[in-house]
């Protein structure tokens, strides 16, 4: 009887356990209950958000309106089903279709509308097949252009080999603008010389396959760019357009003769002319020129397919204190401009000179203008052989080389320096 106490004391102790681990149990499985029902409304949660969003997704269709009537039932069915294809993904795309009475064959047009559509190639992107002319003019038309100089002469290039892009004063002007555009002196259109629109330029189509179509950065039309005739040729020559060390370009002064040189291209430029050879061998000049804030100074006038005037600035004047932010006076005035060269001698066949090209402003350099320089410099000096003469121009240096005939070569670097699209 005196082991009943301690008996008793274990049977107590053992049923306190029982209950304790009982109690354990229930709230354990109590969590896990609440654990997983927490689990159940997360995914409800998750698998209806992504439910709303591809029902927003589905039913956000952007209207163009339509405020002509020219358009069919079916055509404007056509431009929902391809605002809608550009919204949505995955094979919702078919359902939706479907549901806008668009046949299932029209499903393809899907890919012309994609918000990452494959590099354009050509100026003007055809039209898709079947695309009405609404959804056509919601596409964004881009160009491709190519950046390059010539002593810093510099040009925006824009390669037209269908010969369907018509550029506009306004658009050379945006393109030419150095801070709403690319930037630049002139842009020139690369054109096949037999799709010019001038019948002199396309008479030239059976010796130059490929027209310079040069325009000043204000959106005239120039004959050429002596400096720009590299960089066209620089272009065509890195594009496999044209092949061997010689070929020949079509301008609007006639076809210029390029050659491939160390120091980069050759060109010759054509015959050329004085202005007025009989003033000019009887005074030494034959046009009077006042730069701005200057006094009037004797000129004389060459036609190297483009016009120019060049003064051989005398003693007590530099080229650094001209100031040619302003077009220079000339008389007697010439009616569809001209550039004005000014030049100071360096050296035995050696000059330096700053320009004012018509239509542009002072430029890096020009190449017509260079030659034009040198001539007169040489006509000056009384001794015209067809020695080269080295022109110092702000951007580079260019070699100018009389040729027989009245005919001259300028020669010198051309560099391409960004490709890019743009929008006109």
């Given amino acids: 009887m005196a082991e009943t106490p301690a008996l008793l004391r274990s049977t107590r102790g053992d049923a306190t356990v029982l209950v304790v681990t009982a109690f354990a149990t229930v709230l354990t499985d ?7 029902v927490l689990a159940v409304l997360a995914g409800l949660v998750v698998a209806g958000f992504f ?10 269709v952007e209207q163009v309106p339509l405020h002509d009537t020219d358009h069919t039932d079916e055509e404007r069915a056509l431009l929902d089903a391809h605002i809608v294809a550009h919204r949505i993904d995955g094979p919702e795309h078919e359902k939706v279709l479907r549901e ?8 393809h047009e899907r890919q012309l509308f994609s918000t990452t559509p494959e590099p354009i190639a050509h100026a003007h992107p055809r039209r898709p097949t079947g695309a009405s002319p609404a959804a056509y003019s919601t596409m964004t038309v881009m160009t491709r252009f190519t950046k390059g100089h010539g002593t810093e002469n510099d040009f925006v290039l824009v390669p037209d080999p269908e010969g369907t892009l018509e550029l506009t004063p306004a658009q050379v002007q945006r393109l030419a603008d150095r801070r709403a555009g690319i930037g630049g002196d002139g842009v020139i259109r690369i054109v096949p010389t037999r ?39 620089s272009f065509l020559v890195r594009e496999g357009m044209v092949h061997g060390d010689t070929f020949d370009i079509a301008t609007r002064a006639g076809i210029k003769h390029v050659r491939v040189v160390p120091e980069g291209f050759a060109v010759d430029l054509g015959p050329w002319r004085y202005g ?16 701005r804030h200057g006094k009037p100074v004797p000129a004389l006038t060459f036609d190297l397919g483009n016009p120019h005037a060049v003064v051989m600035l005398p003693d007590g004047i530099e080229l650094e204190n001209l100031d040619l932010t302003a077009p220079p006076d000339v008389q007697p005035a010439q009616p569809n ?5 000014f030049v100071k001698a360096v050296g035995p066949a050696h000059i330096a000179m700053r320009v004012h090209e018509r239509g542009v402003g002072e430029t890096r350099s020009c190449g017509t203008g260079a030659a034009a320089a040198a001539l007169a410099t040489r006509f000056w000096s009384g001794v015209e052989d067809l020695a080269p003469w080295r022109v110092d121009v702000p951007g580079g240096t260019l070699t100018v080389t009389p040729l027989a005939g009245n005919r001259v070569e300028l020669a010198g670097p051309a560099e391409l320096v960004a490709d ?4 006109l």
């Fill in 195 to 233: 799709h010019a629109t001038e019948d002199s330029v396309r008479a030239q189509a059976a010796q130059a396959e490929w027209f310079m179509d040069y325009r000043n950065a204000d959106g005239s039309l120039a004959e050429m760019c002596g400096n720009g005739t590299r960089v066209f040729a």
């Fill in 276 to 291: 007025d050879e009989q003033g000019a061998r009887r005074d030494g000049f034959d046009i009077m020129v006042r730069p």
């Fill in 100 to 107: 806008l009475g668009v046949h299932e064959e029209l499903a």
């Fill in 337 to 341: 401009g001209i550039n004005v060269e």
């Fill in 30 to 36: 109590l969590v896990l209950a609440v654990l997983a």
């Fill in 51 to 60: 439910a709303l969003q591809q029902a927003s997704r589905a039913v956000r």
């Fill in 420 to 423: 890019g699209d743009v929008s």
